[in-house]
Each structure stands twice: as C-alpha cells, then as structure tokens.
C-alpha cells in the first residue's frame, strides 16, 4: 500500500527541465509542481514539447534527444524524494508502473499485438507484485471491470486487434492503475476517438482520480476538454511555456494571444464561420492586440449555404454486409451488416456531412459508394450512370471524378517515393497529363494550391508533419482534377491548429474547383463547420438527416442530442 501523500504538498516538481535534438533545444526550462489529486494539463500543438517532456519525466526519451538540463523531484512512496533524472535504473523501474502510469497516446501501438489482453495486465501486475497467476488473473478482471468495460471476460482474452478504440483505451487505463499508482500520465488519452467515446474516458478517468486519490499529468492540444478535467494548466509553444495558471484563469481569461488562438481554433458547434481562425492569423506579434472577445467575433461571421446544384449521387436501398470467420466450423455462413438499408442523394457543389461513432458504417458506405468494396443489395447512381454496373472504359474515367482523402496521411504515401512522383503517379496511370515535364509541372502547381513549397518535391513523407502530409494527399487527390471527393475523418488525428488550416483549404478548394464532398468525422464540431445538410449513422442505418441548421438545433433522435451534448 502506498504512503499518502500530504494534501499539500506536490508529488511532483519539475525544475528548469530542458531537452535537445543535438543543437537544437526543444525544451526550454519547462517549470511545474503537481499536488496529490490534482490534475495538470500540458497544452500545446504538434511539436511543442508535451510529450518530450512527459516522456524525460521517466526516462523514455529516444535515442536522439539528451536532457540537457533541469531536476524531476517526485515524491515516492518507497524511496523518499527522488530526482527521476539522476534515480538509478533500478529504482526507475519500480517507479515506472509501480507508482507512476503512463496511458498513451495510440493504444494501439502501446499495446502487444501477439498477447491477450489479460496476459498483458497479468504480466503487469506479477512483474511489481508477488502474486500467482491466478490471483493476477483475479485483479485483472476487476480492473477491466472497474474501467467500465463491458463482459470483462471477454476483454481479458482478447487480441488488441479485436477490441474498438475506447475499449483499447480502457485497457490502457487499466495497465496504468494495475499497481495502484499515486500519478498517472495521460498524452493524448481521447485525440482519435469519437466524441461520445472521448467523453466516457474523460469522465472515467476523472472518476478514477477520484476514487483512487490520484494525481494526473493530462496531455492534450484541445482546451476545450482541459475544461471539463484540468485544475492547472500549462501553455507550451515551440518548447517555451507560454502561459501558466489556474484552469479558469487560462481557458477562461487567457493572458496571451498563443491561448486564445488555441482556443479560437476550435470550430464553434452552432455558428458557421466561413473560415476558421488559424494561429498564424492570431499568435503572432500584431495579433497581441486582439482581445478575446474580437477573437470570437471573427468566428461567428455568419454565411449563407451553398444552393444545391443538380443530383450528383442517388443511393437507394444499399446494404453491407462482412462475412465472418466461422471459427470451428467453417462451413457455416456468419455474416455482419455494416450498412442497412440506406437512402440519400448528394447535389453539385454541397458537402454532406456524416457523423457517427466507430464502427458505425460511415466508411464502409464511403467505400462502396466509390466500389472499393462491393454492396449486399441497393443501387448507387452517378449522375445517369448505376455503378458498378457499367464497362471497365467508363468505370476508369468514372474512377477519375472520384476520389478520397484518407484518415492516416502517413499510411496513405509510399515511404520510399518521392511526394512530387506519388502526386503525380495518378496522372501517369490515367494518361491525364502527358510526358515527365508535364507532369512535374503540374504536380508542382498542385504543391503551390495546397500550400506547400515547390522544395517539397524531392522530399519523402517521413520529412514531413501530420499536417503537410495531409495536405499532400489533397494534392494527389486533386491530381485527376475530381468532381467528388470523400473526405475520411481527414482531420481526427491533427491539433486543432493544424486542422483548421486543412479545414480552411478544402473550403477554399471547393470554392475553386467547384467540388462537392461527402465529410465523414466522428466530430461534430467539424461536421458542422464542413456541411450543409447532415447524416447521423448508428449501427449501420441513418437515424437522422437533414439540413444543418434543423439537426443542429432541432435534433429529433435521442442519440443526435446525445452527440451535441458530447461536442458542448
């Protein structure tokens, strides 16, 4: 059993603590003190420093980076006041899991893909405890089903592939308390998650702190959810603090025009700008003058919807199903209906936008539409065309006005190619631009149009951000000069800074080109920035659809409100 720690007195104080990549310092005196059962929330964008700085706090730097300064008191039940930084590895490793947890970012990553869940929170628990297997089995369960998971049976024999995102996140909570720590390190614990789900982990892990009187590290880019958890919150940019204080003080009276920004960043859920502050227009030297009630006038600038042009799409009747393994035996037939019965149109210009949690069917519609996978039953109608029913010729030129921006802009790009040659591998395949030269050019106009350095070119996607990969992969999709795009949950895994530039360029690219988009997201917020009508999907059917101002403000489905509320 652990040492309480007194109510005021920190657990953890971290001193001038700095960090470099060779030269450079990404980290500069990073100064904060946590108390027993407070929370702290690292804010920032991409590339700020919060996860550097949660990772030297144990020593789980890469390679790469050195600390170059600075001193990590935490107060420990077993050894007294350590410095973590000069603690010898075999002190370390208690600490780490013992006393302090760390839930991470991608519980896919963080998690084993070839043990059990169970053996994994087994292994956890025997590795700092003397206890029997079955006895670690025992705890294992209870902790699975003190993290609201359901049938924790289940759980502890499954695979992590096996599991949903949340319920891989729960797993993760799990292994982070299976030793009863007095802290715990959460980076980036809700960033790909749907809404709905972000909001139940959110509200355990709050639960949790409570019951277990813990302290929290909270590592996040969003200040909207340092709201509903932060005591104390930390503002950092390019490895500089930039703001400190009270949760209240900072997301409600922000001092510094880097926090508002932040905070401007953010898509408002009812109003419709027809842009979105970005941190270029606000963070920087002439932007110190802007209050935050201007701040938020600029949002709500107030636009008209696109009028709805000719059908573009007609959907009738269409169905998805899977087939599963059959396990023992294989003979019999088992299969998953991902998207039931489902109706819509899509008109010229407009963008539709569907939203829903995982698992919901949102891509598995996406895809059939543009027959990446095939429908059970229904018909799919392009303009006077019924896919795929027609000859491999027009399905090619067909294939050529449709296109999709996919959710992970790394997965999305060969490694070992060049982005100019990936930008221009379409135009080769389709013969839309003849000769090298040709195609260099237009693939370095296309650069230009997303907002890239013509200097990108010779680059490989590892050199690049999440963001200017993502803007890359509009570049390739815009290569075979599309009608229609569908856009998959192209911005969940980015900072609120990053995606509101994206954002931002494909209005601009609509309003150009004359595009209309199919937006899929499981945020609501973005849902209603994008969008002019919406579509709500839960369980593979669209429970609610209409204009966005109706669903927004007059929801009829018990679920649609429970998304809005989510998203508030």
Partial sequence: MLKAVPQDESILKVKNLSICFGSTQVLQELNFDLKKRQTLALVGESGSGKTLSSRALLRLLPSAATISGGEVWFHSARFGELDLLKAPEVQLRQIRGGEIGMVFQEPGSALNPVFRCGEQLMETIRVHQAMSRRQAREKSLQLLETCRLKAPKRIFMAYPH????????????????????????????????????????????????????????????????????????????????????????????????????????????????????????????????????????????????????????????????????????????????????????????????????????????????????????????????????????????????????????????????????????????????????????????????VGLAESYYHRYPQAFSGGERQRICIARALALRPRFLVCDECVSSLDVSTQAQILNLLKDLQQQLGLTYLFISHDLRVVSFMSDSIMVMKEGEIIERGQREQILHHPQHPYTRELIEAAQ
């Avoid at 204080?245 to 920004?261: D, N």
């Avoid at 899509?346 to 995982?358: A, F, K, P, T």
């Fill in 162 to 449: 096996q599991l949903s995102g949340g319920q891989k996140q729960r797993v993760m909570i799990a292994l982070a308390l299976a030793i009863s720590p007095s802290m715990i390190i959460a980076d980036e614990p809700t960033t790909s998650l749907d809404l709905k789900v972000a909001a139940h982990i959110v509200a355990l892990l709050r639960e949790l702190q409570q019951q277990m009187g813990l302290s929290m590290l909270f590592i996040t880019h969003d200040l909207g959810l340092v709201k509903k958890l932060a005591d104390e919150v930390v503002v950092l940019r390019a490895g500089k603090v930039v703001e400190k204080g009270s949760c209240m003080q900072v997301c409600g009276q922000p001092r510094q025009a880097y926090t508002r920004a932040l905070l401007a960043c953010r898509p408002p859920l009812f109003e419709r700008p027809h842009r979105l502050l970005t941190l270029s227009a606000l963070a920087d030297q002439e932007a110190s003058q802007v209050s935050a009630a201007q701040a938020q006038s600029g949002l709500k600038k107030a636009t008209t919807p696109a009028a709805a042009g000719k059908k573009l799409w007609e959907v009738h009747g269409l169905e998805v199903r899977f087939r599963q393994k059959s396990g023992l035996f294989p003979g019999r037939k088992k299969y998953v209906q991902a998207v039931k019965n489902v109706s819509f149109d899509v008109y010229e210009g407009s963008c539709l936008g569907l939203i829903g949690e995982s698992g919901s069917g949102k891509t598995s519609l996406a895809r059939c539409m543009l027959g990446l996978i095939p429908a059970s039953a229904g018909e799919i109608w392009y303009k006077t065309h019924r896919l795929w029913q027609i000859d491999s010729a027009r399905q090619k030129a067909i294939r050529q006005e449709i296109q999709i921006i996919f959710q992970d802009p790394f997965l999305s790009l060969n490694p070992r190619m060049p982005v100019g040659k990936a930008i221009e591998e379409p135009m080769r395949i389709h013969g839309l631009v003849k000769g090298r030269e040709g195609r260099r050019r237009a693939s370095l106009s296309l650069l230009r149009q």
